[in-house]
């Protein structure tokens, strides 16, 4: 009879003690996925996975190391805690790992109320398959659309236990489904293209294939003829698919590891503005049905609803045990980890303050400018913020879209951008990061 993943971690704890460890965390993980894609009326791709991986993670004294492996036989799970001992003797010091004090733990933790997991049957690869086929057909039917580079459903469901020796044990599962499409219009060099796509814990919760396929077919041909815009000072408004990736910039300067490696652009800007007053950036890990929810983080301690900006002022960090101990602050339970190396500090899920306009609003303000639907590539230099980014969209004029734009750079500071951001209203709330569309005052553009 297959062991459970609360009995793996257990046995791994055992057997890190017999090897030495004075302290010790395991993770074990079990996951199971089908990826379908089809491509002209026809199956092209079909992608299964399964597998359990454990991690260990053992300190003798003021050291450490991390272990992992997908054998769990009882001869292997020995090894890895033999190995993983000698090689934490051989680690560095440092006096700020640890495992947390046993009343930090989490107690009383409701998973079931985070629904995360889809009751229903999972869906088998030829349900995948039609629907991955209504989306291609849809998009298909877009006049303009010339082929769909891919259409792809797939289904996923993940289990994880953590179990450490202060005495904490505990797990929890989700699901996933997911469906994709990529449609193409013109051919050759002008050939253009663009997506929709939506993930969802529950499949009653997806938007229909169809919709997902013209969505998708309709946006590639709004981009056909699309050219370089010019070159100078204009403001730019991120569209809600490219918003997220603004903040997020924000959320990685604010991360723990950063701060202590004093690489942030945002090292000195505590209790500082931050974003226009009004705005706040909230995570709420037990916000239902999202992905990046969760009870407690990978050291155990329960996660809370916390403000990261509050009316624009940045009320802390980013934080797990050991970089919260670097900087003399506790811990904001926001510790995640792989099977293979210790915890590290991570946000869950967010929100941005909404405002109380659409996207065409600000567009009518912003007048003549960028309205960028796809960022590529990056580069930003952390310690100072300066961005540049390349980026496709529209050209706007005159508050409307004249046409496609494709080819260019958009550049700026960071922290200077952000003090300067306007929301829309058009925040997708299922989402692990609930950002609207976000229009920025002025950026150099350089185009044509």
């Not at 449609?183 to 293209?193: F, L, P, Q, S």
């Not at 980890?337 to 996207?359: N, W």
Request: charged share 20%; net charge negative; aromatic share 2%.
């Amino acid at each position: 009879m297959p062991r459970s993943l609360a009995d793996l971690t257990d046995d791994l704890l055992h057997q890190a003690r017999r090897a030495g460890a004075g302290a010790a965390d395991a993770i074990a993980v079990e996951g199971r996925s089908i990826l379908i894609g089809v491509l002209n009326g026809a199956l092209e791709q079909a992608e299964r996975s399964e597998g359990v991986e454990i991690g260990l993670r053992v300190m003798v004294g003021a050291r450490q190391a991390c272990v992992s492996a997908s054998d769990i036989t009882p001869g292997t799970m020995a090894d890895m805690a033999e190995r993983a001992v000698a090689m934490a003797r051989l680690a560095p010091e440092d006096p700020t790992i640890g495992l947390a004090d046993p009343a930090q733990l989490a107690t009383g933790w409701d998973a079931g109320a985070l629904d995360l997991i889809d009751g229903r049957p999972h869906p088998d690869p030829a349900t995948l398959e039609q629907v991955a086929l209504r989306a291609e057909a849809a998009a298909m039917a877009v006049p303009g659309v010339s082929q769909v580079q891919v259409a792809t459903a797939g289904f996923s469901t993940h289990r994880m236990h953590l179990a450490a020796s202060n005495g904490f044990s505990g797990g929890y599962g989700r699901t996933g489904h997911g469906l994709s499409c990529v449609a193409i219009t013109g051919a050759g060099t002008a050939m253009e293209r663009d997506y929709d796509a939506d993930g969802r814990t529950h499949a009653e919760d997806m938007a229909p294939p169809e919709t997902i396929g013209r969505t998708a077919g309709e946006r590639a041909v709004q981009r056909a003829g699309a050219q370089k815009p010019p070159t100078g000072a204009w403001p730019v408004l991120y569209d809600e698919r490219t918003a997220a990736a603004l903040i997020g910039h924000m959320l990685q300067a604010c991360n723990g590891s950063a701060i202590v490696r004093g690489s942030s652009w945002l090292r000195d800007a505590l209790g500082a503005q931050v974003l226009p007053r009004g705005l706040s950036i909230t995570e709420d890990p037990h916000r239902p049905r999202t992905s990046g929810a969760r009870p407690f983080d990978a050291e155990g301690l329960p996660t809370a609803r916390r403000m990261i900006v509050k009316d624009g002022v940045l009320t802390g960090w980013t934080l797990d045990l050991a970089t919260g101990r670097k900087l003399n602050m506790p811990s904001t339970a926001s510790a995640t980890r792989g099977t293979g190396a210790p915890p590290s500090p991570s946000v869950s899920t967010i929100a941005l303050t909404e405002g109380d306009k659409g996207r065409d609003a600000l567009l009518a303000e912003m007048g003549t400018g960028l309205l960028i639907t796809s960022l590529m590539g990056a580069s930003i230099n952390p310690t100072t913020g300066d961005y540049s980014r390349g980026a496709s969209g529209f050209w706007v004029r005159n508050g409307q879209i004249a046409h496609a734009v494709n080819e260019c750079t958009v550049a700026g500071n960071l922290r200077q951008m952000l003090m300067t951001v306007t929301p829309a209203n058009d925040a997708r709330r299922h989402l692990a990061r609930v950002v609207p569309s976000l229009l920025v005052e002025c950026l150099t553009i350089a185009g044509a």
